[in-house]
């Protein structure tokens, strides 16, 4: 579903990873390990195809969708609202069942622009199962998610995994996948640079 070989990243002019390769196959989630600042947005961005690798390959899945620490929301519109408009884009499932999902009947109603953001979260992950796309691409998916909602995104997540979807993401917490890690601590770019104020900036 995803090939990715010799990619060499960067930000703002700056070498952060050099020659990554893996791959990621249909029913398999791909978590990304490293500290902050070592490029795994960035990484995550091209393969998303919202940022150019320095040099390098990406193949395989042409649908991918993509959730960043920003939950892709437009606050006028209710809940209901986003989701179907992200469904007509994608030309994907009805918004129902990602509703349920996430447990947003109740909210289905109300503007994003007012809800807290927990609320805001479940609702941009939401938008990832209306895409009907094959590939998810997450950076932190489950930050300002309580342990209740951190197990629905699980269950979300396995079940696509199981319907032959696939995964590649970032993440601190462990969410019991069976799916590989990836250190890319290796794949640090020697010009890259190490003070902690830049890594943190990165992130």
């Known amino acids: 579903m995803l090939?990715?070989?010799?990619?060499?990243?960067a930000r703002g002019g700056i070498s952060l990873l050099?020659?990554?390769?893996?791959?990621?196959?249909p029913g398999q989630a791909l978590v990304l390990r490293g500290a902050?600042?070592?490029?795994?947005?960035s990484l995550l961005r091209c393969i998303a195809g919202l940022q150019q690798p320095i040099s390098g390959t990406i193949?395989?899945?042409e649908t991918v969708a993509y959730a960043a620490h920003a939950d892709g929301l437009k606050g006028q519109l209710s809940v209901l609202e986003n989701l179907k408009f992200w469904s007509e884009v994608y030309g994907g499932p009805d918004p129902k069942s990602a509703l349920a999902a996430y447990d947003l009947q109740e909210l289905a109603q109300r503007s994003a622009a007012n809800l807290s953001a927990g609320q805001?979260?479940?609702?941009?992950?939401?938008?990832?199962?209306?895409t009907g796309c094959g590939l998810w691409v997450m950076d932190e998916p489950t930050v300002s998610l309580d342990a209740q909602n951190v197990a629905l995104f699980r269950i979300v997540l396995q079940a696509h995994l199981q319907s032959g979807g696939a995964?590649?993401?970032?993440?601190?917490?462990?969410?019991?996948?069976?799916?590989?890690?990836?250190?890319?601590?290796?794949y640090i770019a020697t010009a890259q640079r190490s003070s902690s104020t830049f890594e943190e900036a990165l992130e």
């Open 120 to 130: 805001k979260r479940r609702l941009g992950l939401a938008r990832m199962l209306v």
């Open 18 to 25: 050099h020659d990554v390769s893996f791959s990621v196959q």
């Open 167 to 186: 995964a590649v993401l970032t993440t601190h917490i462990d969410l019991d996948l069976s799916g590989e890690n990836l250190d890319l601590t290796g």
């Open 59 to 61: 193949s395989g899945s």
């Open 3 to 9: 090939q990715v070989s010799n990619l060499s990243v």
């Open 36 to 41: 902050n600042g070592i490029g795994k947005t």
